[in-house]
């Protein structure tokens, strides 16, 4: 069982930047692909990014691509989703989630949430 743990969510202006973490259980990072994704009320389930174990160079959907960034410090077993240029759509409750790879297996494990809010 994978267990994650998302932090860093809160109130920001438009404008502002977040960084949320994603605390993985250990060895985790080393054979699970980690992908961020994001609701919003009344909307479905968004993929934003998704971190392979190998660290093949991460996909972005449009919608963030050029403001979030993803990363990752295997010594603090942590993921990072770094938000920039936060705009008011961008306001949703964030996950991350484990699997094998980044393509073509499920996401069986899932963080709690943060909540992001994006208001002047």
């Known amino acids: 069982q994978v267990h994650l743990v998302e932090s860093g969510g809160g109130l920001v202006q438009p404008g502002g930047s977040l960084r949320l973490s994603c605390v993985v259980s250990?060895?985790?990072?080393?054979?699970?692909?980690i992908g961020w994704f994001r609701q919003a009320p009344g909307k479905e389930r968004e993929a934003l990014s998704c971190?392979?174990?190998?660290?093949?160079?991460?996909q972005y959907v449009d919608s963030v691509k050029g403001r979030f960034t993803v990363s990752r410090d295997n010594a603090k077993s942590t993921v990072y989703l770094q938000m920039n240029s936060l705009q008011l759509e961008d306001t949703a409750v964030y996950y991350c989630?484990?699997?094998?790879?980044?393509?073509?297996?499920?996401?069986?494990?899932w963080g709690q949430g943060t909540q992001v809010t994006v208001s002047s």
């Open positions: 989630a484990a699997a094998t790879s980044c393509r073509g297996s499920p996401f069986g494990s």
């Open positions: 971190l392979s174990s190998s660290d093949e160079n991460p």
């Open positions: 250990e060895f985790t990072l080393t054979y699970y692909a």
